[in-house]
């Protein structure tokens, strides 16, 4: 199946030809501005997940005292 990869070489690249072109120094189009999201996400949706892991760490830690019996209702 992979015998003849060489052979099956498309012409175009025989060529001699290169295949890309180094960028030139000026810059053709707006400046492309560094996103502000990460994984996705906005600021806010980002607050949002931390508040709520912060709630849930704290409903735990709580659930965790109740348990042991280090406080009580």
Do not use: H, W
């Amino acid at each position: 199946m992979y015998d003849n990869l060489r052979e099956e070489v498309s012409p175009f690249e025989e060529q001699g030809e290169p295949k890309f072109q180094p960028a030139s120094t000026t810059v053709s189009g707006p400046i492309a501005r560094r996103s502000s999201r990460f994984l996705g996400m906005t600021s806010i949706q980002r607050f949002v997940i931390a508040v709520l892991f912060m709630a849930a760490v704290c409903v735990l830690g709580l659930m965790c005292l109740f348990v042991t019996g280090k406080i009580g209702l």
